[in-house]
């Protein structure tokens, strides 16, 4: 047991060459590497005894909530196995080694940070979009179809700028690169021109706001709610329940008529009276309409008219507008009106226009006089 603590023993064993370095500096680089793991473990759970709340406790307790789901996001998407290779690199300054090989950590290590600085900054996109939307829908819902593309704009730089470092690191020649892909994407935006121009479209539609998410439209002869403006297409959910899909070229393109953004709704009412019903009787007319829309809650009276001689009816007409513009409301309406114009037409006495035909035939005054035989027939003329 004595040897075991024998001082001359540990030094020579410690001065052991391995590989290149002393037994002591190979131990040296596995403790600087263990510390770092152990320090950036310890820093993990005094962020997670800071920030995570635990259950049943007050929600105004702690940091914000923002603040906790960012830190706990981050902590999650936290790869041990990219911190690994950054902690043998600095354990490895200890030693002595060959130029390659030192290039070679240096290189590991360097591209295990960027991976996991980019895996964070993915976290703080993902929130900050979340964020945005939740915010805009609340306060201008025109703000929130650009929150997509937004996303992923964000993304797109984020890892060309990671991969363009990760390459330069690598002894690839940013420069050179960067020109070949200018000239080379002239020739992909050439082949994607279709899909450039969708993603140009839902750019236009955020800027432009000619529907807004939760807007009814009407394209063409379809109608249907925005669920969606995406970087390719717009999604509807159409009165029938079934999802309508336009690319945003197309939507941009068609006539689009923005229901929701109707100030007030013009109703034309027009029908016909039987054309037995006198000039006094219809001259009545417009007075009754008057009197059953300025009736009506909501409604707004316009005019009331005789509108001219139909084929088989006294043609009426008039015009109402409602304060709300919701479809509901306006059949809802058009059918108390309807039914108190026939109720007000029955009183007066007055029928309403009947969908047949009366056809008049007038018998001749006197039959013509019979030609005698002498008589030459009349010469056929040619036309």
Do not use: C
């Not at 914000?64 to 960012?70: D, G, I, S």
């Not at 700028?161 to 000239?183: E, S």
């Not at 409604?299 to 088989?312: D, E, N, P, T, Y």
């Amino acid at each position: 047991m004595g040897g075991l603590f024998d001082a001359n023993r540990w030094q020579r064993a410690l001065a052991t060459p391995v590989l290149g370095n002393r037994a002591a500096d190979w131990l040296e680089a596995l403790a600087i590497t263990v510390l770092v793991l152990l320090v950036a473990l310890l820093l993990e759970r005094l962020l997670a005894r800071r920030f995570e709340r635990p259950p049943g406790a007050a929600a105004a307790a702690g940091p914000p909530a923002a603040a906790r789901e960012l830190v706990l996001e981050l902590m999650r998407r936290t790869r041990w196995a990219l911190l690994l290779l950054p902690a043998v690199f600095l354990g490895a300054l200890a030693l002595v080694l060959s130029r390659h090989v030192y290039a070679t950590l240096r290189t590991l290590a360097i591209l295990a940070v960027l991976l996991q600085v980019a895996l964070w900054a993915t976290v703080g996109i993902e929130l900050w979009v979340n964020h945005e939307r939740r915010r805009r829908l609340a306060q201008d819902a025109a703000s929130a179809t650009l929150i997509g593309a937004q996303d992923f704009v964000l993304r797109l730089v984020l890892w060309v700028f990671i991969a363009l470092v990760a390459l330069d690191n690598l002894g690839v020649n940013v420069t050179a690169l960067v020109a070949g892909l200018g000239v080379g994407g002239i020739a992909i935006a050439l082949a994607l021109q279709n899909i450039l121009g969708d993603i140009l479209a839902a750019l236009s539609i955020a800027a432009d706001k000619p529907f807004l998410l939760g807007d009814t439209i009407q394209v063409d002869n379809f109608v249907g709610t925005v669920e969606d403006v995406g970087l390719k297409t717009t999604r509807l959910r159409s009165l029938s329940g079934e999802q309508l899909i336009f690319a945003n070229s197309d939507l941009l393109k068609s006539r689009i008529r923005n229901l929701k953004r109707m100030a007030d709704r013009r109703v034309v009412l027009a029908f016909g009276v039987d054309y037995k019903t006198s000039a006094d009787q219809v001259e009545k007319i417009p007075l009754l309409l008057r009197g059953i829309l300025e009736a009506q809650p909501g409604v707004r009276f316009g005019r009331a008219h005789l509108k001219g001689f139909g084929q088989g009816s006294l043609d009426l007409e008039a015009v109402y507008f409602l304060a709300d513009p919701d479809y509901d409301v306006y059949m809802d309406t058009q059918q108390a009106v309807l039914l108190a114009l026939m109720r007000a037409l029955e009183r007066e006495g007055i029928r309403l226009a009947q969908p047949d035909r009366t056809l008049w035939i007038a018998a001749e005054a006197e039959p013509p006089a019979p030609r005698s035989r002498e008589e030459p027939a009349a010469p056929a003329v040619r036309t």
